[in-house]
């Protein structure tokens, strides 16, 4: 099943997760503060026309010039929020305990908040629905009198949502007017919202969902699954951010969905980050120990870092430099898990001056080999704690490869069988193996009976294929 998963994955266009297209509360904000989710940067409001990004029609045409050289979009959905109102409103509220949500630390009172979104600019343009404070159930400030703590707004039924993560008792609340989806005017908009951009352009494919630990689990469940029945293209693929490292708090969430669902494997993120740490005293057999990609592989998109886990981020955890080849080698070139390369280690991070992270060496290669080679069968050679090795047999289309990874002091070395079956030997025999990196010099001849030593240094990798791969000549080394 899985490694069906991984084929189909393979074969159709590669994918990209795009910032929020979304109006933001400023011209100049990258979109995590949405204001709102119908303007694309078509409207003047908010200080411009254009996002940060640019205009509707820009964004038009980087989806369709992408979608015509193979590459499908996934929108960044920040649904848990808005900023930005357009006026104040007031309403009974209570303060609570921000490390117990669930403790109220005032008596009930009257607040002014700003929870009124009138979107003047857009004047009832694709949807006429308006928030007020009904549709929303907590804020951080009241404007009168300039207090700032979390207030849980009151009203009919209203209360935290349940289907989140219990940090802080229980984290519905995350910034801004947090948005109530048990009211069924916010959560009927956004879903038709869902249906409207996805039927908007022919190369969005999917969505990842920001944040949503602090999104009812049941409102992403409904989200998703209606906008897959009822959306022209009748399918997307969805993958959340809920950033927790503990396998049993994912597998509980994506229990509780209903539908099919991928969330990010944080658990696998930390894994790197400890193996990095650890050097050769890391055990990589069990690299992949209590990941979603072990428990769950067609539910976990894996990574290796991301924009909160690098220097000076909230959730600052970046990936040690000398074990992030190893890292790539073991999401992008095995079968399990849909792989997410981060933009910064292909092309490099924005950071403190003569301390900002450098893009992985060679990192397009990896994306070239998974792209030309990583497909067919899987045979692992996890013998040693400092090394491993595993060969992918290919299929008619791709000839397949052999891959060494070792976090050791000495060289790595794996025996492994590249053909079997009498077939495969009268194909693979006295055949020349390189390195498609060119970081391990030197030829590699199958022997007689399908196999060979395949090698890499020290606390590195490499990547083998025959000499005469279809698709060699697309790589500059090896």
Not at 25 to 39: M, T
Not at 56 to 82: C, F, M, P, W
Not at 103 to 130: A, L
Not at 138 to 144: K, P, R
Request: net charge negative.
């Amino acid at each position: 099943m899985a490694d069906h998963a991984n084929e189909q994955y393979s074969k159709k266009p590669k994918n990209y997760t795009m910032a929020p297209p979304t109006k933001a509360a400023g011209p100049n904000s990258v979109g995590y503060d949405v204001y709102d989710i119908w303007d694309l940067g078509e409207f003047d409001q908010k200080g411009a026309v254009a996002t940060k990004y640019g205009t509707k029609q820009e964004l038009e045409s980087l989806i369709k010039t992408a979608h015509e050289h193979g590459i499908n979009t996934y929108i960044d959905a920040v649904l848990n929020h808005r900023f930005g109102a357009d006026k104040t409103e007031k309403f009974a509220a209570t303060e609570v305990d921000n490390n117990d949500r669930e403790k109220e630390v005032s008596d009930k009172y009257d607040i002014k908040g700003w929870t009124g979104f009138t979107f003047k600019g857009r004047n009832g343009k694709y949807s006429k629905f308006k928030y007020n404070f009904n549709h929303f159930s907590g804020v951080d400030y009241n404007s009168e009198g300039g207090r700032t703590a979390i207030f849980k707004i009151h009203g009919d039924g209203k209360d935290w949502a349940q289907g989140v993560d219990d940090e802080n008792a229980n984290y519905d609340y995350l910034m801004g007017a947090d948005i109530d989806y048990s009211h069924p005017e916010a959560r009927d908009d956004t879903i038709e919202w869902g249906k409207w951009i996805m039927d908007s352009f022919e190369g969005v494919a999917g969505f990842r969902f920001d944040a949503v630990k602090h999104i009812d689990s049941k409102f992403i469940g409904a989200f998703v699954d209606q906008v897959r029945k009822q959306s022209k293209k009748g399918s997307l693929f969805a993958v959340g951010e809920f950033w927790k490292d503990s396998t049993e708090s994912l597998d509980n969430y994506l229990n509780s969905l209903g539908t099919q669902f991928s969330v990010f494997d944080t658990p696998l993120h930390y894994k790197f980050k400890e193996a990095g740490d650890a050097g050769h005293d890391y055990d990589l057999r069990k690299i992949f120990d209590d990941t979603v990609v072990q428990m769950r592989p067609i539910d976990a998109v894996t990574i290796v870092d991301n924009h909160d886990t690098q220097v000076g981020q909230s959730l600052e955890s970046w990936v040690s430099p000398v074990f992030k080849p190893l890292a790539y080698a073991l999401i992008l070139l095995r079968v399990d898990g849909y792989p997410c390369v981060f933009w910064g280690d292909l092309y490099g991070c924005a950071g403190p001056k003569d301390n900002a992270p450098q893009p992985m060496k060679q990192l397009g290669d990896f994306i070239r080999a998974r792209k030309l080679f990583a497909y067919g069968e899987l045979r692992d050679y996890w013998d040693h704690p400092s090394c491993l090795g595993w060969v992918r047999m290919g299929d008619e289309e791709h000839d397949g490869c052999a891959v060494v990874i070792c976090n050791g002091s000495a060289d790595g070395v794996k025996r492994m069988e590249v053909g079997s079956g009498a077939d495969l030997l009268q194909e693979h025999k006295g055949e020349k193996w390189t390195d498609v990196l060119g970081w391990y010099d030197g030829e590699i001849e199958v022997g007689q009976d399908g196999w060979a030593e395949f090698k890499c240094h020290s606390q590195s990798v490499s990547i083998w294929t025959k000499t005469d791969a279809r698709g060699r000549n697309e790589f500059k080394r090896g």
